[in-house]
């Protein structure tokens, strides 16, 4: 099939939408993006879909690691060795791959509501299911299928970039991954030092009360995580104007080839550059996911509950930094275009590349905490810029590319991950460090079409908003001269009081928002 141009639409067609007005200030030469993100909004569309897909995100985290702070139960349970240990928590990291080359090209093509619904009530069933298992086999199974979650990152990232403009998508896009991220060390807290303990108590009448509380504790991810699929569909929307079927039924979407979307991001060699960048941020935290508690269990001899207390921590950072990462970024943009992007993003990884040689040669366990938090924060600020960058390297297929670059942090988990499971501590640590190092540099190579460069380039500023809502994909590309003429009229009936703008300098306003984007 060919590639999509933008198509002109009739009148009547173009004033067609879900909402009349909007609560936010929203852009109409950018699809009616939002211009700001109002945290403590709930308002549909924009801020319903922001929360939404945090947490569709953040509760696949909560089943996806659900079984991490308990492995040492486990392998007393099952009589299991650390190799057969660090192959099941491999295949559940490395499920998620194909899912999400899979789910980009269906987020441009059907929406990112739909998908991240089923996917949370499918990957419920065999979460709920983790104590029917009795080998190192059975387990490696489950955790291939309850891996399949980690692919609502894809709807996560493509639902923000559908909400917000070109201006504050890197930072709505780091909050919304980060606060979904936060799944990861709030479960290591929640199931490890919380729901086990409880549930040992709830059994200790049993003839084993740790492997009776290890089979039944995941239910409880499990349960929510279902119901909060069944609330996304039902109460959310795909775009500002309403869901992908309704903008279809109304002629104002174009039918998208998934494979066409798929084969322009999978051809495009800065989708595989970014790739390997997030292999080496995201990758990494999945790894650690898996692997701290364990590290603290066996280096510091410490207990289960507490050894997952500590390695909630590395979780917990993402309370704030992938956000701060995506600010950072927007406000390098703001400063000197893409080219601030490219260099936040490879300081970011340098740093965290450097504090991983420092932690692999900690030997206090205070110092070995700290020095965890900190380079705990950089992994999570490189993710952050990864997808201040992604929405860029070709708008019109933003599902494909998101796919493939959250792709690659999974298969950077699994690859070190297979350092981890093969290699003593020091060594996997190391490896792990020199590999970031070296992507840190890939930046350089970087050169997105209207982009400057880490060295030379200079940004296409001109009509730049129309040109993102013309390019940001197939499904809604549509303008017209008469659309560009009444967009002032139209701001102002969606957000009584918004300024004209035909009358403000974009380029100042940009400087503004990426500042005054965030409000309470």
């Not at 190799?83 to 929406?111: H, N």
């Not at 490219?342 to 040689?357: A, C, M, R, W, Y």
């Not at 129309?466 to 001269?481: G, V």
């Amino acid at each position: 099939m060919s590639e999509m141009t933008p198509t002109n639409i009739s009148d009547s067609d173009k004033k067609w939408q879900k909402y009349d007005c909007y609560n936010l200030e929203v852009d109409p030469n950018q699809d009616d993006r939002a211009k700001r993100i109002k945290i403590l909004s709930f308002s549909r569309p924009h801020m319903r879909a922001f929360h939404c897909s945090w947490w569709g995100y953040f509760m696949a985290f909560n089943m996806w690691f659900a079984i991490s702070p308990l492995q040492s139960e486990i392998q007393k349970s099952l009589q299991i060795t650390n190799e057969q240990l660090w192959t099941a928590s491999i295949a559940g990291v490395g499920g998620t791959i194909f899912m999400r080359f899979l789910l980009g090209p269906l987020c441009d093509k059907y929406g990112p509501r739909t998908l991240m619904a089923c996917l949370l009530c499918f990957a419920s069933i065999p979460t709920a299911l983790t104590g029917m298992v009795n080998s190192a086999t059975e387990l490696t199974i489950l955790r291939l299928f309850i891996g399949t979650v980690g692919g609502t990152f894809v709807m996560c990232q493509y639902w923000t970039s559908r909400m917000f403009t070109r201006e504050v998508v890197g930072t709505a896009n780091a909050m919304a991954g980060g606060w979904g991220n936060l799944g990861g060390g709030f479960t290591q807290l929640l199931v490890g030092s919380i729901l086990f303990p409880l549930f040992e108590w709830f059994f200790s009448n049993s003839e084993n009360p740790a492997d009776m509380a290890w089979r039944t504790v995941c239910i409880v991810p499990a349960i929510v995580a279902f119901i909060s699929g069944i609330a996304i569909f039902k109460f959310t929307e795909d775009a500002p104007k309403g869901d992908y079927h309704q903008l279809k039924a109304q002629g104002l979407m174009v039918e998208v080839s998934a494979i066409t979307s798929f084969g322009s991001g999978f051809t495009n060699i800065n989708t595989w550059l970014i790739f390997i960048q997030y292999a080496c941020c995201f990758g990494v935290e999945l790894t650690m996911n898996n692997a701290a508690a364990l590290y603290f269990r066996d280096e510091f001899g410490l207990e289960t509950e507490t050894a997952a207390a500590i390695a909630s921590i590395f979780g917990w950072m993402n309370l704030f930094a992938r956000g701060l990462g995506g600010f950072l970024s927007d406000a390098a943009n703001t400063r000197i275009g893409m080219r601030g992007r490219l260099l936040v993003q490879s300081t970011f990884l340098l740093l965290e590349g450097l504090l991983i040689l420092l932690f692999a040669n900690t030997k206090s366990l205070s110092g070995a905490i700290v020095v965890m938090v900190f380079f705990s924060l950089f992994v999570q600020a490189a993710e952050g810029s990864s997808y201040g960058i992604v929405p860029y390297i070709d708008p019109r297929f933003t599902g494909s590319i998101s796919g493939i670059v959250g792709a690659g942090g999974n298969v950077g988990a699994v690859c070190f991950s297979l350092a981890f499971r093969q290699l003593d501590y020091y060594s996997a640590f190391v490896i792990m460090a020199a590999c970031i190092i070296a992507a840190s540099f890939l930046s350089v190579f970087v050169f997105i079409k209207g982009q400057s460069s880490v060295f030379y380039g200079k940004e296409e500023r001109k009509e730049k908003s129309q040109a993102y809502a013309d390019n940001s994909d197939t499904s809604h590309s549509f303008s017209s001269k008469e659309e560009e003429n009444s967009s002032s009229d139209s701001l102002s009936r969606k957000y009584p009081g918004s300024p004209s703008s035909n009358t403000t300098d974009e380029s100042i306003n940009s400087n503004n928002e990426s500042f005054s984007s965030i409000e309470a």
